[in-house]
C-alpha cells in the first residue's frame, strides 16, 4: 500500500495504521568501500528506527519486519533489482501463456529451509494463498487477489491461473515470502530459505540474524547482523557516534549530517528514495475541483526552497508521482514551475482574484508542521489564506483516508509504482479523471512491460497536468555507516535492507 | 500490628480492584480504533470487522472486563492485539529493565541524599552546606531528559566511556555488559531524584535540630552526634520514609521518560508503545503492574513508618490511623 507515516521518532509510532502499510522492497547494490581486512565472523549492527510488531508480513509486522526478514530471512520466487528490475531467485524459470493467464514456474534445486527441510511447490503454494487468505493483512494482497488457482503438478513445478491479465503479477510476487508450510505460526518465529536464519528477538530492544550455514549460495559475509531498535533520530545519531551500531538504514535527521560528513570514522551516501512528500488535494472538494485552482497552488509553492529548508539540499524535486527508480519516469519537474506570477493569473481565471481559504490537515510529526508553515506563507503571497489543523496520524487515518473530511492535507506516500492510485477515483483524494482509470487498467493488462510503461506514462504527464496533487519532493536515501563496514545497500528502495553482503573489518 | 495489617492489606486490594476498573474504562475512552493498528491502509470493512472479532473488541464492555480479570486472576495477562504474543512474559522479561534501573537509582540517591541532607542541615551557615542547598534546589529544576541527554553526549559519544542507549540483546547474561548499559540511566535517575530527596532530609534534619528533646539529650552529657543517632534520625526517618515511598513510586511510573532517553526495552517503552497502537491488553497490563506496585511501596512505606515511630502505633501523639 501506499501510504505510510511512521518516519519520525516516538510520536509517529501512534501511525500504526499506516505503519502496517507494508512496503515494497529493491534489490539494491553493495554500497560503500570499506577499509581493512574483512572479518568473517563480525557481528554487525545495524541501528533501526522500525522494529518489527511481529514478524509475519501477513499478519500486520510493519515496516520493520520488511526491513529486517525480506530477502535475509526470507526469500521469493523473484526479487526486485535496485533499478526496478525483476530477477528470478527461488524460480529458476518461468513460462507465460499465450493469453497470459497462467504461469507456471520451475523451483531452483537444492534450496532446503532453516530447519532443513527441502523446499518444493507445496511450500509455494502454501505461502501465495497466506498472503491471499481472508485473514491476511498483507499490503500485497489487492494486487495479488487476481491469483485463481495455484495447482502444484509436481514438487518442482508451480502453475498459477490468474482470473485477470497482470502485467504486475511477477513484480507483485516479489513481495512474497516463500516460508515452510510446516512452520505453523510465523508471529514469533520464522523458517525460510534465506542467507540468515532468525537468531534471538527480544522484544523493545533488538533482532539478531545468524547466517546459515547451509544456505545454496554465496554465504552471508558477516557471523552475525543485529538489528538494534531506537525510538528517535537522535538517539540512533549519539548510537552510531558512540559505536553502539555500524550503520543507520536510514538517516532521518539532516542536521546531524555535518558530524559524520566531516569525520573519517563514518561514510555518508546518499540514494533514491521512493518516499514523495504530498500536498494532496481533495479533488472532490471545493475549490479544488477545478484545474486551474490546483495548478495554481503548485505554482505557487517554491518547492525547491521547502526541499533547502527541510533537507539542506538533499533529496530531489519531481514534478508528479513517479520517482527516478520506477520504469516509467519522466523529468517533468517543467510541468509544474515555481511561478507566482501564473499562480495568480490561474486563480483569477478560475474566479478567485482575490484568493479563497482552506484547511490544511497536517499530521502532528515532522516534517508536516514545518511544510505547512512553509506552504501557508507561500500561499499568502498570491492571496490564498491557509489554516493549518494538526491531527495525529490516527486521526489522519479516520477523518482523511477513510472518511475523505478535508480540503487538503499533508502525507508521504513510500511505494514505488503507486502512481496507479490516481486511477483510483474512490482513494482518498478522489482524483476522477475516466481516461486515466482506463489507462491504468489498460497497463495493468499490458502484454508487454514496454506497452505497460507507455501506457503509465500517459498517466504521468496527465496527472501532472492536471496537477491532481502538488508533488512536494523526493526524499533523500541517507545511509550513514561506520567506515569499518562496506557492502550495504545504498538506495534500499521501500523499505528492505539487504544485510548479507555487509562486510566489517 | 496485626489488626493494621490486615486493614491495610485490605485497604490495598480494594485499591488495586478501584483502579482496575478505572484504568479499564479510561482506556476505553482514548479515541481510536485498535482494528485500525491491526489492517492495512485499505482494508475492507469486513477485514477491520474481522479484526475486531479476532481480538474481541465488538463485544460488551462488561464482558471485555470480566474476561480481562477472569485471566489476571489466573495470572494470565492475555495476549497482544498487535503481536498475538502473551503480554505477561514480556512484562516480566521488561521488569528485567525496569526493576534494577529503579532499585539502583534509588539506592545510589538515598546514600548520596541522606548524609548530603544532613550536612546541608547541620552545617547550613558553612560554605559547602549553603552549595549543597543550592545544588539541590537546581538539581529539583532539571528535567531528567535534559540531564540524560547531556550525560549521553559528554559520557557516551564524546568519552565512550558508556554506550549512549540500549540494552543488551541477551540481556543479563552478560552481567558486566547490562550493568554498563544501566550505568548512565541510573547515574540521571538516581541525580534528579536526590536533588529533591536531599531537600527533604535537610528540613527534616532542621525541624530536628531545633527539637526540645535534642536540646535535652545534649543537656544531659550527649554528644552531638550520639544524640543524633540515638533520637534525631529516628525522628527525621518518619516524614522522609514517605518522601522516599512517594520517590520510588514516581521513579518506576517515570521510567518512562528515561527508558526513552536511552532506548531501554523496560516497562515504561513497552508502555508508550502499547499505547500508540491502542494495544489494550498491553497497557492494561504494564499499568496493572504499576498501580501494583505503586500500591506496595506506599504500604511498605505505612508499615516502615509505623515500625520506626511507636507513637504512630499506640495513637498517642498522631492519633488512630
Known amino acids: 500500500m501506499n501510504t505510510r507515516s511512521v518516519r519520525y521518532a516516538l510520536p509517529a509510532v501512534t501511525a500504526t495504521a499506516l505503519a502496517l502499510t507494508l512496503t515494497a522492497c529493491g534489490g539494491a547494490p553493495a554500497g560503500g568501500t570499506g577499509s581493512g581486512k574483512h572479518n568473517p565472523d563480525a557481528t554487525v549492527s545495524i541501528g533501526s528506527l522500525y522494529e518489527p510488531q511481529n514478524l509475519d508480513n501477513t499478519g500486520g509486522g510493519g515496516q520493520g519486519v520488511t526491513e529486517a526478514l525480506h530477502g535475509n530471512v526470507y526469500e521469493g520466487l523473484f526479487r526486485l533489482t535496485d533499478t526496478g528490475k525483476t530477477e528470478p531467485l527461488l524460480a529458476a524459470s518461468h513460462q507465460v501463456s499465450p493469453d497470459g493467464l497462467t504461469y507456471t514456474f520451475t523451483l531452483r534445486d537444492g534450496v532446503t529451509f532453516h530447519s532443513g527441510k527441502k523446499l518444493t511447490s507445496a511450500d509455494v503454494k502454501y505461502s501465495l494463498e497466506r498472503v491471499i487468505a481472508p485473514a491476511s493483512q498483507s499490503a500485497r494482497k489487492k494486487n495479488l487477489s487476481v491469483i485463481k488457482t495455484v495447482e502444484t503438478p509436481d514438487p518442482k513445478t508451480v502453475r498459477v491461473t490468474l482470473s485477470q491479465k497482470s502485467i504486475s503479477f511477477v513484480y507483485n510476487l516479489s513481495y512474497v515470502w516463500i516460508v515452510n508450510s510446516a512452520a505453523g505460526d510465523l508471529r514469533a518465529t520464522a523458517d525460510g530459505t534465506g542467507p540468515f536464519k532468525l537468531g534471538k528477538w527480544t522484544r523493545g530492544s533488538s533482532l539478531g540474524l545468524d547466517r546459515f550455514t547451509g544456505y545454496r549460495g554465496t554465504a552471508a559475509a558477516s557471523k552475525k547482523v543485529v538489528y538494534r531498535y531506537f525510538k528517535d533520530a537522535a538517539a540512533l545519531n549519539n548510537a552510531l557516534l558512540s559505536n553502539g551500531v555500524d550503520l543507520v538504514t536510514s538517516q532521518q535527521s539532516p542536521d546531524a549530517l555535518d558530524r559524520f560528513k566531516n569525520n573519517p570514522a563514518y561514510k555518508v551516501t546518499e540514494g533514491d528514495s521512493t518516499t514523495k512528500l504530498l500536498l494532496a488535494f481533495n479533488d472532490k472538494a471545493k475549490p479544488f475541483t477545478d484545474v486551474k485552482v490546483r495548478r495554481a497552488v503548485a505554482a505557487a509553492v517554491d518547492d525547491k526552497k521547502l526541499l533547502e529548508s527541510v533537507w539542506g539540499g538533499h533529496g530531489k524535486l519531481i514534478g508528479s508521482m513517479v520517482p527516478p527508480t520506477d520504469p516509467w519516469y519522466e523529468d517533468l519537474t517543467g510541468t509544474d514551475p515555481y511561478d507566482p506570477a501564473l499562480a495568480k493569473k490561474l486563480l483569477a481565471e478560475a474566479g478567485y482574484a482575490d484568493g479563497f481559504t482552506f484547511t490544511l490537515q497536517t499530521p502532528s510529526y515532522d516534517p508536516h508542521p514545518t511544510a505547512a508553515t512553509f506552504i501557508a506563507a507561500q500561499l499568502a503571497k498570491v492571496g490564498i489564506k491557509v489554516k493549518i489543523n494538526t491531527i495525529t496520524p490516527d486521526e489522519w487515518y479516520t477523518k482523511v483516508y477513510k472518511n475523505k473530511d478535508f480540503d487538503a492535507t499533508l502525507q508521504e506516500h513510500v511505494n514505488d509504482r503507486d502512481l496507479v492510485w490516481y486511477g483510483n477515483p474512490d482513494f482518498y483524494w478522489g482524483y476522477n479523471n475516466p481516461q486515466v482509470t482506463q489507462w491504468v487498467d489498460e497497463a495493468e493488462r499490458s502484454t508487454t512491460p514496454a506497452q505497460q510503461t507507455e501506457l503509465l506514462k500517459k498517466v504521468n504527464r496527465t496527472t501532472a497536468q492536471e496537477a491532481a496533487s502538488e508533488w512536494l519532493y523526493l526524499y533523500p536515501q541517507i545511509v550513514v555507516a561506520s567506515s569499518k563496514v562496506s557492502g550495504y545497500p545504498l538506495n534500499g528502495l521501500n523499505s528492505q535492507f539487504h544485510a548479507f553482503d555487509i562486510k566489517k573489518s | ?321
Open chain 2, 1 to 321: 500490628m496485626a489488626r493494621y495489617l490486615l486493614r491495610r492489606s485490605a485497604l490495598l486490594l480494594l485499591s488495586l480492584g478501584l483502579a482496575t476498573v478505572v484504568l479499564f474504562i479510561l482506556l476505553r475512552m482514548l479515541p481510536g480504533d485498535p482494528a485500525n493498528a491491526l489492517t492495512a491502509v485499505g482494508a475492507t470493512d469486513e477485514q477491520i470487522a474481522a479484526a475486531r472479532a479476532a481480538i474481541g473488541s465488538d463485544r460488551p464492555l462488561p464482558e471485555q472486563f470480566t474476561h480481562w480479570t477472569g485471566q489476571l486472576l489466573r495470572g494470565d495477562f492475555g495476549n497482544s492485539f498487535v503481536s498475538s504474543l502473551p503480554v505477561g512474559p514480556e512484562i516480566a522479561t521488561r521488569l528485567q529493565v525496569t526493576l534494577p534501573l529503579t532499585a539502583a537509582a534509588f539506592l545510589l540517591a538515598v546514600l548520596v541524599a541522606v548524609p548530603a541532607g544532613f550536612i546541608a542541615a547541620h552545617r547550613r551557615h558553612t560554605w559547602y552546606g549553603t552549595l549543597l542547598s543550592g545544588v539541590s534546589q537546581l538539581g529539583i529544576a532539571v528535567p531528567v531528559f535534559w540531564l540524560g541527554m547531556i550525560l549521553v553526549a559528554v559520557l557516551a559519544v564524546n568519552a565512550r566511556w558508556f554506550p549512549s542507549g540500549g540494552f543488551p540483546p541477551d540481556g543479563w547474561a552478560d552481567p558486566a555488559e547490562a550493568v554498563r548499559s544501566l550505568a548512565l540511566p541510573v547515574i540521571t535517575v538516581a541525580l534528579v531524584m536526590s536533588a529533591s530527596l536531599i531537600r527533604y532530609v535537610r528540613s527534616a534534619a532542621l525541624d530536628v535540630l531545633g527539637s526540645d528533646y535534642l536540646r535535652t539529650a545534649r543537656a544531659l552529657g550527649g554528644t552531638f552526634g550520639g544524640a543524633m543517632w540515638r533520637h534525631g534520625l529516628r525522628n527525621a526517618s518518619v516524614p522522609v520514609i514517605s518522601v522516599l515511598g512517594i520517590e520510588l513510586a514516581s521513579t518506576l511510573l517515570g521510567a518512562v521518560v528515561v527508558e526513552s532517553v536511552f532506548a531501554l526495552p523496560g516497562l515504561g517503552s513497552q508502555l508508550t508503545t502499547g499505547i500508540s497502537q491502542h494495544d489494550y491488553p498491553v497497557i492494561q497490563g504494564v499499568l496493572f503492574v504499576s498501580t501494583l506496585a505503586v500500591l506496595l511501596i506506599g504500604f511498605a512505606a505505612d508499615v516502615v513508618q509505623r515500625f520506626v515511630d511507636p507513637r504512630l502505633r499506640g495513637g498517642l501523639a498522631g492519633g488512630a490511623r
